[in-house]
Every structure is written in C-alpha cells, then in structure tokens.
C-alpha cells in the first residue's frame, strides 16, 4: 500500500498564493490515481473541494484549484482568505485501495 | 444533495465489538459508493474501505492494515451501509465518517466518536 506524503505545515499571507503538494511513495501521482483534496476545520467533518485531479466541487470558493505538478497532485490556493486556515488532504486511488496523505496544516498570517 | 448520517457509536471494552451504521438520503442508495474513514484524536485521516454501488455487484475494498477486523455491507432496503468493527484496541478510538466521495459526489456525514476503553 502507498504512503502519501504531504507537507506537515505551510504559511500563507493574506492574499498570497500557495501550493501544496502530495506525493506516493509508488511513484508518480497521475490522474489515473484520481486524486481528491479535502478541507477540514476544526470540529467539522471534512469539505470535499477537489476530485479527479483538476474538478471543483460547486461548493468549492473559486480561488482553489487542482492539478498535477511534476511528479504530485497539487492544490493551489490563491488568494488566500483567513477562513482559509484549516487543515487540508489529499486522498489518491492505489492498488485497489485509496489512502489519504498526512495532511497538511494552513496557517494564514 | 446527499445527507449521511452515522449511527451506533459509544464506548466499548478493548477487545470487543461495535457495529456502525450509515444511513443515506437524497440520492438512489443503490447507486452510491459509499466510504468509511476514520480520524483518532488530534490526528489526520485515514481510510478504512468502502462499498461499491450495485452496478458493481456492491463490491468492497479494504485498507490492507485493516482487512479482516472491519466489514463493509449494506442493506439497501434501509438505505444503510454498516462497518462492523471486531478486536478493538485502544487505537481504534477516533471519530468514525461515512462519505459519498466518487466523481461528482463529495459528501461527509458529521461523524461519530468511537472509544475503546476499558
């Protein structure tokens, strides 16, 4: 089974732009590993905001998108908004399983 | 939209049993892959496995380090998906979410606080 690997914590300005990333241990991630990003506030169940890569969920603010970047699925936030701040993962498709990265923790200061 | 909503969760005795459920709306259940992920306190998620909808002959997939303790199944006639959970241990306690994450479908239920202690 893959271990996904994310950056443990970022810092943002207000109104900046940042990307995080998510590598597999396997290999490259691809669309073939249908990659999600999720949002998550403290006490709150997950937001899903990315799926299948690049696709923004309706709910989703506009200022976030996907992609892949080099070898990783990437997230992109910019723009970055206080109520940015929250933690986020990513979930790929491997080996007939999924697995979610360790996450990554956005600080907006 | 999909609303879920867990069920079943409290406290049990390391090395017992518990079987949760999830209960759909708002969308033919029969047509849902439905997952199960769980987050212990203070720590990231982690995907447990999940249901494939009946165009899939409600196949099931599992996270290898859990394969054998937890089972998927569901009963559409209830709109229900349930995670039976065997041997737990102190490290099973976490909020435990059941979701409809697959291609447009991104939807949590709010989660529900499994502990296991004695």
């Known amino acids: 089974q893959a271990v996904v690997t994310q950056e443990p914590s970022l810092t943002v300005s207000p109104g900046g732009t940042v990307t995080l990333t998510c590598a597999s241990s396997?290999?490259?991630?691809?669309?073939?590993?249908?990659p999600y990003w999720f949002q998550q506030k403290p006490g709150q169940a997950p937001l899903t905001l990315i799926h299948e890569t690049n696709k923004k969920h309706s709910w989703a603010p506009a200022r976030f998108s996907g992609s892949l970047l080099g070898d990783k699925a990437a997230l992109t936030l910019s723009g970055a908004q206080p109520e940015d701040e929250a933690d986020y993962y990513c979930l790929i498709s491997s080996g007939g399983a999924r697995v979610f990265g360790g996450g990554t923790k956005l600080t907006v200061l | 939209d999909v609303q879920l909503v867990e069920s079943g969760a409290g406290l049990v005795q390391p090395g017992g049993s518990l079987r949760l459920s999830c209960e759909a709306s708002g969308f033919t259940f029969s047509d849902l892959f439905i997952d199960w992920v769980r987050q212990p306190p203070g720590k990231g998620l982690e995907w447990i496995g999940r249901s494939k909808d009946k165009a899939y002959n409600y196949g099931t997939e599992y996270a290898a380090s859990l394969k054998g303790r937890f089972t998927i199944s569901r009963d559409d006639s209830k709109n229900s998906l349930f995670l039976q959970m065997s041997s737990l241990q102190t490290e099973d306690t976490a909020v435990y979410y059941c979701?409809?994450?697959?291609?447009?479908?991104?939807?949590w239920g709010r989660g529900a606080l499994v502990t296991v202690s004695s």
């Open positions: 396997t290999g490259p991630v691809t669309s073939g590993h249908f």
């Open positions: 979701a409809a994450i697959r291609g447009v479908f991104g939807f």
